[in-house]
């Protein structure tokens, strides 16, 4: 296998140091390392950060191979400076069987560019009427410990309940997709004046409060593990504050796209900009990052949802919801989060590798850049500013937000296990 040697990069930030990659793990750090028969790498200026690692992805695969799979979503991933990814559930078939995931996971593997954990559903065919196979799930060879029907709320609250007393008996976490179906029908943006004036029927942040509230009081009667996915409005940051001061075990994400973009994008009627929930007011992004500085907000979850050309460019009503983000996440993070000064180095890697590593209970990633640890890591060059081009995208789809914004920061490498997956910021297979 062959060995590592990284030159002059700057851990989370710091002082240049040499960092020895051997036998997947980081052997050495530190001044003038030397070692014989190791490929070196030039690090001078480039941070290094442990590897990403994303709570909610769309891997697509079974199903809607045209949108995406398994192989051109790990490349993204890669290339974004992931080592581990969620694959979410609502794949066709649905993966709320042992099969469905351990296939997921299987193809994770061959692809061999990140780990693909795969995310098991809640319920059978995410109709939020029976509770799908949990406990078979958790004991395959995908050791699920992440559930959840994103995509649909688990709207009855008696079955959200069941939910949470399977997960803790696995160890496991239900990801919820915080949405009161009977108060967003026909739903394509955030409610508010710009709505309005839009003529669009308009999305509450109340759908998506009402159902946190609810779940939090589940979860500490249940005394279980809840996550909330995609957090968006600064009623829910408020809500999360209190839960987690009474003593919830609640964890919370926020997307890129809801930490930078507004409902403002939906004037120019580009359905690029829908995705669910909806993109909210200014007030509402300055509450997310506030919330995700503080850690009220855990961490930064892409919600990379890949859609092809006739799912995207249509009619805005027509349109499919969701947005591309793997490969732009850690960039809009720079700009939103480091450049703003709310969050420096050793928090992008809390609130992107550490935390949701923990949250999904992944060994091997989110581990701190030290000797002995396993060698997930990436290389930032975070003075390059460039403007993203969404044909440059490994992802199959190409509907990125960010078309042609200027955005900071790029990722060199990427290394799982101590192997090179983006080497000269190109994925290695
Ligand atoms: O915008 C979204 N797209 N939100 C979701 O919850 C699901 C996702 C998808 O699967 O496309
Ligand atoms: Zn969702």
């Not at 061959?110 to 109709?127: I, K, N, Q, R």
């Not at 004046?193 to 009667?221: Q, Y």
Request: with cysteine; aromatic share 4%.
């Amino acid at each position: 296998m062959t060995s590592y040697l990284i030159k002059g990069a700057r851990p989370y930030g710091g002082d240049a140091v040499d960092l020895l990659l051997k036998d997947g793990r980081i052997a050495a750090i530190g001044e003038s390392l030397a070692a014989t028969g190791a490929e070196v790498v030039d690090a001078a200026g480039l941070i290094a950060l442990p590897g990403l690692v994303d709570l909610h992805t769309h891997l697509r695969e079974p199903g809607r191979e045209d949108a995406e799979t398994v192989e051109t979503g790990s490349r993204a991933a890669a290339l974004g400076g992931f080592t581990a990814v969620h694959a979410m559930a609502n794949t066709d078939p649905v993966a709320d069987t042992a099969g469905v995931v351990e296939q997921v996971w299987r193809l994770g593997q061959e692809a061999g560019l990140v780990d693909v954990v795969p995310v098991g559903a809640v319920t059978v065919g995410l109709a939020g009427e029976r509770l799908a196979e949990l406990g078979a799930m958790a004991d395959s060879a995908a050791r699920v410990r992440v559930f959840s029907d994103d995509g649909h709320c688990v709207a009855d609250p008696a079955l959200m309940r069941r939910a949470l007393e399977y997960v803790k008996a696995l160890d496991g976490v239900v990801a919820q997709h915080a949405e009161e179906p009977r108060l967003t029908v026909g739903a394509q943006m955030h409610e508010g004046d710009r709505s309005a004036r839009l003529g669009l029927t308009g999305w509450p942040a109340a759908a998506e409060e009402a159902i946190i509230a609810r779940d939090v009081l589940l979860a500490g009667h249940v005394g279980a593990r809840l996550h909330i996915c995609h957090v968006s409005t600064a009623g829910s940051v408020d809500i999360l504050r209190w839960a987690k001061a009474r003593g919830v075990q609640v964890t919370a994400e926020v997307t890129p796209h809801h930490l930078l973009l507004t409902d403002e994008c939906a004037e120019s009627y580009d359905p690029v900009f829908k995705v669910n929930p909806p993109l909210r007011t200014d007030a509402d992004v300055e509450a997310v990052r506030r919330g995700l500085a503080d850690g009220t907000i855990d961490a930064v979850a892409t919600d990379h949802a890949p859609h092809p050309v006739e799912d995207k460019e249509c009619e805005w009503a027509q349109a499919r919801p969701g947005m591309l983000g793997l490969e732009q996440a850690l960039p809009v993070v720079v700009q939103t989060m480091v450049e703003t000064g709310l969050l420096d180095w050793r928090g992008v890697a809390d609130r992107m590798s550490a935390r949701p590593a923990a949250i999904g209970r992944l060994d091997g990633h989110g581990r701190p850049l030290e000797p002995g640890e396993p060698a997930n890591l990436l290389l930032l060059d975070p003075g390059v500013r460039s403007t993203v081009d969404p044909a440059a995208l490994a992802s199959r789809s190409r509907n990125s937000p960010y078309a042609g914004r200027e955005l900071p920061g790029r990722v060199v490498a990427t290394f799982l296990r101590g192997i090179p997956t983006v080497l000269d910021g190109k994925a290695q297979r």
